[in-house]
């Protein structure tokens, strides 16, 4: 059993760490911390976890986790993980960090976005836990930076396709679109119920965080410097997260060639669906799973392929994949813990 | 293993029936059925269900149902099980019909409430599958009326108290709120978002087919005539139900002995909660999962008990109790198929 | 013209107040206040009034309010108003205040539910805003203390049949449901879209400071103490309130004179429609308006009278009431600035 | 005063209509038409007018609606209006109609996209009704083709940077975004609420009719052939639509020059509300409203310009527009019966 802890447990990304974790057949949820409920059980924070989780949660210390834990899973707010993940890694624990503090590869890309990062050394040596690009890495590396979910379902469509010369990167437009639970469990203005319901809008337009995240990915993979842009709108939702991609196709690419590309690409990845059937991706068939739908359609009359991805922004953009990388790591079935047939609505 | 089928697998409940079974670690999904979709992936009905069920819906025989199945759920609407039941009950399979036509006991409720029975004698014989009341007679039944899913809300808080005499059966009131799901997919105007969606409102008032099915498990229950009044209301959301549930206390009964004769009573029922410490039950506690959570309060200045019930219509209130009574039919853990860790929110 | 000012004007019932007024045909909304936006547009707050209304909000000022209005409305949590109240009426000004300050006749009742008074005198002097039940009152009064919204969706259809004798007023059961905007602006955990959507609950249950409220002036009119169950629930919806009523009914009454009873009571108050098809009132038909909706079934087998009232809780249950009392006051068209067509959906 | 008549009146845009003229200060409404509810008075459909309206649908005849009227709204799934319109004009009827049969001024591109037209003539005859482009146009009409919703919220920001000659028209991308309202009160599956309610989606990706609609007005005013890549998306929320926009900016254009091209364009249009102060567009700060709001930002590293506009999908998107058209038809104030203040939330 791979032992597990989930530093941060008690806002929306811990607690589905804890839901997968609990119930994960080769892993063994022993220590979960919260700075805010420190002494409080998890099942009363989140009464749906009574009779199934009996953990209490305590302050972080890296001492006690470390005794408890192989693996380490840090859900905090970004700047936090670049603090203690160094401490761990002397201890020789693995750990998958849900904030952007390990997701670059460039100190100046973070810093220009967050702010100072203080470990570089290791972020420099961490790997992109985008599963399904990045396996061969990820099973060596000491820290996995997640991805965020905004880049998880606007990277899995277009890389395959950049990779196999189909699209124009010039060309690169992403419109997605997210539920409310991405935005976090402190209160606040924005995210009140009454300020949300029968409410549609961008925000943060051109200016997201997740935007360089994405530039410096599809620039490695494209091998020349590309830049996305990327405006994301909040919808009256709890979980769910698609993006609408614009795209030029390139020389003879069709239709037909992007399906196949897709479809050869991801063709072990059982997480990822091809819908070449012509199936619209809808957010409600991935709830509560760690799939990612992809679909498209060509504009015929100016060669623009569009591609809709959707995800569960906790799940596959946060958690989920989360898991999948320990998975990844500890060399287990990459769906251990994460194969529950979903809800039909 | 245990062989099933679902008869009428894209309803909302079939499909739920689906996704249980299909993930049941003692039970093989073996046919499911549809007039609608026969010939169809259950996967296209459900996209969802990708990667995950393979299953064709076929047409209805009861020759190869029940060649492929020792045990069937019926999940269609009233008056068809009736017809359908008789013959899979002398082929010697069992069933769990989740329609109303085996819930009663008397033939004249059931008929005053829904139409003629052609199969009385059949559902004389049938149990009422409250899993937690009726485990025993569950046990050894051949078939199984699946409750309501507002009886079964009704039912779990006040069997105890009527059969512990700490409440006046004459004065009993239910005031259930229920999301739309349980309205079913057939399409219908009071169904459709816009017509839902920031409204809520009350319906079939005192005129419920569900308050017959009621009155006739509680007074099984208290030895005596009993009716409560009961109020269904629309909720905009699509999983869950909680009943709000009114009635005198008696005698010296109390908040104290209200908790504890519940305790008492499902102390081995793994999924009635109930709420000692005073927590109030939330539909988003129960959501997709088997449980049913129950609190109260005393208002002290008129001694009259307040109760709240939880569940998710569609599993407590439908598949999923369906499902705890296969496991109690087949001496099976009751869990078995039921017990994922819940979404905590 | 009547000259009026909004003091605290930025949550939900006060900007709600500057809706009404800003198209009120006979006043003119001269000053709105806000402690938090003090020198901000109201437009800035909420974009929806721009090129509508183009006040800035102020700090509060008895001076500057005092100069500028004839009539104040106080939008400000409880406890303020009893402070800045008499002031306004030291210099004349008529208040409606929308906080509970001014609903009590007893102290002793206000102070048990909230806290202590400090204007017990003007208190008592003031009159209970529930517009269709206290005209007379209201008209000459210098302070009206403006109902709860609980209380009013409770107290309209009661009153009647209290007053008419046709109901049992030990036997009351007030089953309420909210939607989210009843809870205010103001950040918080229980309130966020994530916790909301998809939940369903009741909360505060026999413990809801809109209780004693309802219990004084059911007192009243009933000429015997009365006290009533209350239990409110939050719905995932913004705008909308239903209170469902139990209640013995007495003597040979029955659902011809229930509904005799409601329309003659009724019948020169514009903003009240009482359902005597059969109709069943829904949050959404009175959506935006100030209308109160009530409808009623006869539970026959038990004697038990169910009624159904539906407002919108920001209207009919605050502001809008609040205007409507204004227009009392100043002898208007009591549907002055209320009389827009309601919205079909 | 003028005399209106709406065929068709009980569908969502029809009943929206209804609620307008019923308000209008300078219009009386004297006929409502309804094959579905002949007979019914219109507050029985849509309970939410009860006391305010009190028209009779009545089932459609030329004579009937001709003689009370002078202004006729057919409000009519497309193919209906070709076939009655022409008859209401040989009467000297002037027509707004809100289906697609009026908007093309090609014939072949009507064909293309519908079915045959039997009124080719009187389409080409017929103004295109954007409101603040066609005014002049509109003034003298005989009949006025409504523009679809999407159009709506789409052609307002482009034109007047494509006539500006500051984007690039080979470039247009509208990823759009509309509340479930505008699918139309059918019971059908795919606006079931609970196939709705947490689901986000596109559908017809690039086959959408509005997409040849306003390849045709953009051709049109750009004068040189354009075609906009087109994606719908259903928003779980019920009234709003939400365009985002991508457009290369030509030449030396920027931000400022952007935003002063709308502000200057748009000056005299009080219902389109420039967001110059950076303010992102909300459907919330329109909803119920006739305004357009028009944000924007420039994605610096590409020069892209990103639009984002949102408008009420039945007020500006069908029911408003054709109101503001008839005002402009009549020469009355083009804010007539439209004027009302917003609600804030």
Known sequence: MIRAAVVGATGYAGAELVRILAGHPGAELTAITSRQYAGVPISKV???????????????????????ADVVFTALPHKLPMEIVPELV????????????????????????????????????AVYGLSEIYRKEIKGAAVVGNPGCYPTSV???LIPLIKGGLIDTGSLVADSKSGVSGAGRSPSLTTLFSEVHE???????TAHRHNPEMDEVLTREAGDPVHITFVPHLVPMNRGMLSTLYARLKGDADGKKVGQCLSDFYEKSPFVRICNDGRIPDTLHVRGTNHCDIGFRVDEKNGRLVMMSVIDNLVKGAAGQAVQNMNIMFDTDETAGLAAVPYPI
């Open 199 to 205: 409410s549609f809008k961008s925000y943060k337009v």
């Open 155 to 157: 990277l899995l469509p």
């Open 46 to 68: 989140y009464p749906a976890l009574g009779g199934h989780v009996d953990l209490v949660c305590e302050a972080y210390s890296p001492e006690a986790v470390g005794k408890k």
């Open 90 to 125: 002397r201890q020789g624990k693995r750990v998958v960090d849900l904030s952007a503090d390990f997701r670059f590869r460039s100190a100046a890309a973070y810093e220009a976005a967050y702010q100072p990062h203080t470990a570089v050394d290791l972020m420099e040596k």
